[in-house]
T-cell receptor, first 114, second 111 residues
Framework: GAGVSQSPSNKVTEKGKDVELRCDPI?????LYWYRQSLGQGLEFLIY????????KSGLPSDRFSAERTGGSVSTLTIQRTQQEDSAVYLCASSLEGYTGELFFGEGSRLTVL | RKEVEQDPGPFNVPEGATVAFNCTYSNSASQSFFWYRQDCRKEPKLLMS?????NEDGRFTAQLNRASQYISLLIRDSKLSDSATYLCVVRPLDSNYQLIWGAGTKLIIKP
């Protein structure tokens, strides 16, 4: 497809389980962001990838969160030992370059931790 | 104080009316400004960038007031399809990729 693709669209898991969220950005976009959005809140920055540069992981809330981007394309966000406060929509966005301000988002992965 | 603040609304507006809402930002060194639109349970999409001199795109007008540190969005002749949450986004001067997001203003256009 032409847009950013995320999977799964919905994930319900039990507290303590690990989850993996996937993002397939628009072809040719070198910049990739992960954000988290909770109800009534602004987007919370998690991590930023730009080409082959070291990612900016400054937004990851704890060491239970990690992300990687293989081959400059697909990215996975992994949450280990999930907690109820991890419940949110996880949004992935890509852009041609980070500085443009025009981000193209996927539809998000809605995570519910029971 | 939040870095980017918006009135959460909702703003209930009759179809055809003009509506405006503001967004304030705390970092005076912010360099770029944007309005995104987010429909219910959908992803955000860029509506328009905000330029220093103000800019217009059809029924939408965006303005920047650096002295008072706010940006505004005005929608003329509102349509039912304008119902959405409008997110204010600010890029700080010390980053060429970071974006600071407001929590959004919810707009409901009523027939």
């Amino acid at each position: 497809g032409a847009g950013v693709s995320q999977s799964p669209s919905n994930k319900v898991t039990e507290k303590g389980k690990d989850v993996e969220l996937r993002c397939d950005p628009i072809s040719g976009h070198t910049a990739l962001y992960w954000y988290r959005q909770s109800l009534g809140q602004g987007l919370e920055f998690l991590i930023y990838f730009q080409g082959n540069s070291a990612p900016d992981k400054s937004g990851l809330p704890s060491d239970r969160f990690s992300a990687e981007r293989t081959g400059g394309s697909v990215s996975t966000l992994t949450i280990q030992r999930t907690q109820q406060e991890d419940s949110a929509v996880y949004l992935c966005a890509s852009s041609l370059e980070g500085y443009t301000g025009e981000l193209f988002f996927g539809e998000g992965s809605r995570l519910t931790v029971l | 104080r939040k870095e980017v603040e918006q009135d959460p609304g909702p703003f209930n507006v009759p179809e055809g009316a003009t509506v405006a809402f503001n967004c304030t930002y705390s970092n005076s060194a912010s360099q770029s400004f944007f309005w995104y639109r987010q429909d219910c349970r959908k992803e955000p999409k860029l509506l328009m960038s905000v330029y220093s001199s103000g800019n217009e795109d059809g029924r939408f007008t965006a303005q920047l007031n650096r002295a008072s540190q706010y940006i505004s969005l005005l929608i003329r002749d509102s349509k039912l399809s304008d119902s959405a949450t409008y997110l204010c986004v600010v890029r700080p001067l010390d980053s060429n990729y970071q974006l600071i997001w407001g929590a959004g203003t919810k707009l409901i256009i009523k027939p």
